[in-house]
């Protein structure tokens, strides 16, 4: 490949209009295959099976996480990620077919992680001795508290409430949102790869490498590397890994290194059964306490939040028009189905948009919602079948940080984009957007600098409730921006104001026949529009 350089003459001398970057695409350019389009079937399920690998790293984190916590053995931990794979396919499924209809991943959500805890330490539940029956008592409690405050998202969602509150978004307030859902996710990134540096640095170079240095090569006139870099990269690097968990060189390593380093320290696949089937209420009957759902309340609202911004990113990466209003408050109605269905099935922890898979959107260039949909078919054939699905769940997690590196940036990046249909050189405009961001990286930082130093959230009154509210909703870096964002973008009036917003490009989209391509890209199937009328 030959790259053409420009010497400084030729720059001195070129048009204003030859230096700029005029935003002139609805849709980004670039992707091989956008929403609605397809690569061959081949094509198809090894790139399902990629964005099935992919989000094995949170379908495995969270109840490694929560499960000990509750009580439970490394048996019962095999059985919730069983089931969380389970629930997160029905999930994509239900969300790439009747929600927005856009190639996103449902997966587990960590903003559930302190009210689940809060659960945990509830004192009649610390006071029980056996730890199995600790166990199925927690989960049941976290179930009833999903099952009660899903209906937060299925109410805001289908009578198009959140509809309404879109309304008042621009691409100046969306920036700091779907750039914070990406980049506030750094301590998921290299931290972890620094627990494990000689199998997480090598997996984030190759992963690199691959992707991008040569994604130009081709074998058939297929650019392998570019569509398959985490299948290879993270074959190459597992192979690695377990030549040194078998040489013992992890043999002396602390606890914390051994997790993230070893290959057979998740104990899944010894533990989880050959064929197993999950199905709604296999803990028991769920228990409900106003306490505990009020807490899990505000998680809900986080995730709805972050949800609504990867939503936007993901419709950037695939190649569709931004979603208006009417499929965004869809989405979340569908959204609240699955947390339902968490609740129902016992996953630990609520469902969101998975980040890394849309991330993987833009790394691979393929939007397909068939591939989507293919990588749900194998959450659950491999759910079901419990020893062969654990076998990809053994995978390091320092392997994962190494990708999400990449692909949390990607996602970042995107919500950055948004800033090209605004008139940056306002500086009410940079004024939202810089305090916005700050806000959005500094409030959580100290929440957790807190916690970390502190052992205990920084909220930490007699009612409980108020404590997972304040903790949960300020630990999330994109709902802090999104708050922030929204109050300044829609307070601070100034003239010209909505066109320095972009809200003439965004105008658009704000309704469904808007533009012809929002209807090809989100209609229902099956002829269902007519039982959902557009507004």
């Not at 609504?308 to 959204?335: E, K, N, Y």
């Amino acid at each position: 490949m030959v790259f053409e350089e420009v010497s400084p003459m030729e720059m001195a001398n070129m048009k204003p209009e030859e230096i700029t970057h005029p935003p002139i695409m609805d849709q980004l350019a670039g992707m091989e295959y956008c929403v609605d389009s397809n690569p061959s079937w081949g094509g198809c399920i090894m790139l399902g099976f990629q964005h099935f690998i992919l989000c094995l790293g949170t379908a495995v984190m969270i109840p490694t996480l929560l499960v000990p916590l509750m009580g439970g053995n490394a048996h019962d931990k095999a059985i919730v990620v069983q089931t969380v794979l389970f629930v997160t396919g029905i999930n994509t499924l239900l969300q790439t077919l009747f929600g927005t209809r856009l190639p996103t991943v449902i997966g587990g959500s960590y903003a559930f992680v302190i009210p689940v805890i809060s659960i945990i330490s509830d004192p009649s539940l610390m006071q029980i001795s056996d730890d199995h029956t600790r166990f199925k008592v927690a989960m049941r409690a976290i179930q009833g508290a999903q099952i009660i405050s899903s209906c937060i998202q299925i109410v805001l969602g289908y009578s198009q409430l959140w509809g309404l509150c879109c309304r008042f978004f621009s691409p100046l307030g969306m920036v700091p949102v779907v750039a914070l859902v990406g980049i506030g996710l750094f301590e998921r990134g290299f931290p972890v790869i620094a627990s494990c540096v000689e199998i997480g640095l090598p997996m984030l170079v190759l992963f690199v490498a691959l992707s991008q240095y040569l994604k130009h090569v081709q074998m058939c006139n297929f650019p392998i590397f570019e569509r398959f870099s985490v299948l290879i990269s993270v074959a190459l690097v597992w192979l690695y890994a377990q030549i040194l968990t078998v040489s013992g060189a992890y043999k002396h390593s602390p606890v914390l290194t051994q997790l993230n380093c070893r290959t057979d320290h998740a104990n899944l696949i010894t533990t989880a059964p050959w064929i197993r089937l999950p199905y709604p209420l296999q803990w028991g009957p769920p228990t409900f306490s106003a306490d505990h759902s009020f807490g899990m309340m505000a998680a809900v609202v986080v995730s709805l939040i972050e949800s609504t911004a990867a939503f936007q990113a993901a419709a950037r990466l695939a190649s569709a028009t931004p979603p208006p209003p009417f499929v965004m408050s869809r989405g979340i109605g569908c959204q609240g189905i699955g947390l339902l269905l968490d609740g129902l099935f016992g996953t630990v922890s609520g469902s969101t948009v998975s980040v890394e898979n849309v991330g993987l959107l833009g790394s691979t260039r393929i939007g397909s919602r068939r591939v989507v949909q293919i990588s749900a078919a194998f959450m659950i054939f491999f759910s079901i079948l419990g020893r062969f699905g654990a076998l990809f769940a053994s995978i390091p997690f320092t392997l994962f940080a190494a990708m999400y590196c990449v692909l949390f940036g990607y996602v970042g990046a995107v919500g950055l984009s948004f800033m090209q249909f605004t008139n940056m050189n306002s500086t009410r405009n940079l004024f939202v957007l810089g305090v916005s961001l700050y806000l959005g990286i500094s409030i959580p930082n100290y929440f957790h600098q807190f916690t970390t130093s502190y052992q205990r959230e920084p909220a930490h009154t007699r009612a409980g409730w108020f404590n997972d509210l304040i903790n949960t909703v300020f630990s999330s870096p994109a709902t802090v921006g999104f708050i922030v964002s929204m109050v300044l973008d829609n307070t601070l009036r100034v003239r010209n104001g909505d066109r320095d917003r972009g809200m003439p490009w965004w105008a658009r989209f704000r309704t469904f026949r808007g533009d012809s391509r929002t209807v090809e890209f989100y209609n229902l199937p099956f002829s269902l529009n007519r039982f959902f009328p557009a507004s």
